[in-house]
């Protein structure tokens, strides 16, 4: 298994066009034609981490946190980055991060914490947009269909939970060849050609683009091919940040908080005060998410389950809410789930592990 093959897999999962500005996502160190014989998956590359890969015969790490934020200007081994990106050249070890692309992702981060909380009837918080592009072309209507299919194939079309999603109308297409063209009808410097045609419209999310025009292109009968592809400002619920979803059942404050700990097993809870109602729908945000806590009030949610909330922004709660402040770690530390399931079902009997090591840099005295 080549190291590119395994970041292709998880990049079909989670493309790397949905990472934030500021993110460092895909390969970090290795080549990407080296073969790989096992996979360690981890939330952050520690170098203990890399020394339990060495122990495990796991010549690769995918990571949830790149250990590479922004660029090295010299690797002497003065800090633990370093030190860490030493370590793993002098052992062949590859890591690999995707970091806020799974968070982006509808079936990502937010979602396994919603699945761990029991959350049902999700949707994503704060969901995406610029990332949509319509794409507008023109067929015979005889092969209409074939070129349909073919940007179905390619993924274009696809609208939330539904795909091959199209708009198409019947009309008249002109065109004159010259003596220079080849043409799929009519003569090279002939007459002007009337054809009937179907207009066909679809969407196109941001990272498919290439990949659908080029179904378009290899399945349309003209040299020519007549399309727009024209940028759209919806929102795209599909992908986004965090996610909001309901309880089965009410809970009161305490009992959800006490819900809250035990199954995302955080040793504390920091929180706003309770405002003694019950709870029914809760909004979550892996890591960092203060920057979501108006879309949470928003969304109807009676708790936010996250973290890195400072102090002053818990007060931007105003008892409409309750935060509940769980640490970094403990919102992802169940994220190398989601990279084994993505690799197990494109490679069954590839060597994919979890981790053993407890990576939280935050202790907590009881």
Known sequence: MKLFEIAAAIEEFAPLAYQESYDNCGIQVGNPNAEITGALLTLDVTEAVIDEALERNCNLIVAHHPVIFSGLKRI?????????????????????AAHTNVDNVRDGVNALIAEKLGLTNCKILSPMKGNLSKLVTYAPVDVAEKVRSAMFSAGGGAIGAYSECSFNTEGNGTFKPSAQANPAIGQAGGAREQVKEERIELLVEKHLENKVLKALLSSHPYEEVAYELIPINNLNQGLGAGMVGE????????????????????????????????????????????????????????????????????FDAENRIVIADIGHYETEHFTPEIFRSVLKKKFPNFAVLLTNINTNPVKYFQ
């Open 76 to 96: 002497t081994g003065a800090n633990y980055v370093e030190r860490i990106v030493l370590k793993a050249i002098k052992n062949d070890i590859a890591i690999y």
């Open 247 to 314: 309880l089965t059942k009410p809970m009161s404050e305490t009992e959800c908080l006490s819900h809250i700990k035990k199954t995302m097993y955080a040793d504390v809870i920091r929180h706003t005060d309770l405002l003694g109602t019950q709870v029914k729908k809760i909004a979550v945000c892996g890591g960092s998410g203060s920057f979501l806590l108006k879309s949470a009030i928003s969304a109807g949610a009676d708790v936010f389950v996250t973290a890195d909330f400072k102090y002053h922004q818990f």
